[in-house]
């Protein structure tokens, strides 16, 4: 059933927009009077819709892209209505009327359509990849198949409330330090390339031998004054070119390497990624998506090629027969005490519960490990503030006091 963007105009002649599914546009027209809105424009979205959604990069649709917490309410939003016994058709529709997002409003429409034509919940999600995610499918295909579908919602409602809670915890953390180093480097940006030139122009006048300091000083400043413009560009294009570089398939081996094996940063990487691959895979047990299939779909949101890789030897292994944890054990990039973990969940027949604290165990360790990790760089950068901008002061102090022994 096709699906309409309108405007029109209620009884009290407010302006009214939205959408609205009808076999053609007289039928949208005539449902649009009945519930007493006078349309004035209506047009077909299928072909706006997949503008929009095909094809992300557009500015309009970045604009309106549908958030990870708008998916959240409305995984929650539908799970409730749900459990209190209302058809799936009839769900969707009055989940398409709370929705204030209007990107979000097409896509549910879409997915009622799909619907409506006999397509189970599931396959109709699968036609959007761009808004739910491989696991959000699968999850909800193992609810559809298992009849406990509302269950199955709430739990993709935690799990992405929980993900995002962290997540947030983790910029919120960040947000300080970084705030400094951008207003520090345009401090001394402002204080190298306008306050110092016009301080040691005296100096010049004066054709006094200068310190090393000053000299040193004096060098950065015209250079930066000068060639802003080449530093500016060459950083432009050492961040371009490492992004050209870390998309292709060599470059993103590299990377991924580099992010778990970087002193500091790779052992919060490692953690974070081990978190992501337990919490993925437990959810997907316990909603009845077997091993296999649910370890092919964790390798794909682990977002780092070299812990797929051992998910991959993983899997082969255990068609051979092997355990999970045995599997695991090839890698270097499981911890010891994960592997520990997983064999004990394997061997009480208690895996997905084991999974879940394994990622409760090592999220907690990377917001921990986070936290003191921006308490310590926020005394860093001042300090590192303090010996720039000491090293200003005494480069423009030492000719001054030269000159003052001479005066003596």
Known sequence: MPVYEYQALDRAGKNRSGIIDADSPIAARQKLRGSGVFPVSLRETSTA???????????????????????????????ILLGAGITLVASLDALISQVPNPLLKKILAQIKESVNEGNSLAVSLAQ????????????????????????????????????????????????????????????LFFLITFIVPNITRIFDEMHQI?????????????????????????????????????RTPGGRRLWDRIKLGAPLIGVLNTKSAIARFSRTLGSLLQNGVPLLSALGIVRNIVNNVRIADAIDDAIDDIQSGRGLAASLSKSRWFPPIALQMISAGEQSGRLEDMLNRIADVFEGEVESQALAMTSMLEPVMILAMGVTVGFIVISILLPIFEMNQMIR
């Open 49 to 79: 819709f997949k503008e929009k959604v095909g094809d992300y990069p557009s500015v309009s649709t970045f604009l309106k892209r549908v958030r990870p917490g708008e998916i959240s309410a409305a995984t929650r939003q539908l799970a």
């Open 210 to 246: 200068l310190p090393l300091p000053t000299l040193i000083l004096i060098g950065v400043s015209d250079f930066f004054k000068s060639f802003w413009w080449l530093v500016a560009g060459g950083i432009g294009c050492v961040l371009f070119l490492t992004r050209r570089f870390s």
């Open 128 to 187: 959007h990849p761009r808004v739910f995610s491989e696991i959000y499918v699968n999850m909800v295909k193992a609810g559809e198949e298992s009849g406990s579908l509302d269950l199955v919602l709430h739990r993709l409602a935690e799990l992405s409330e929980h993900q995002q809670a962290l997540r947030g915890r983790l910029k919120a953390a960040l947000a300080y330090p970084v705030f400094m180093l951008f207003i520090g480097i345009l401090v």
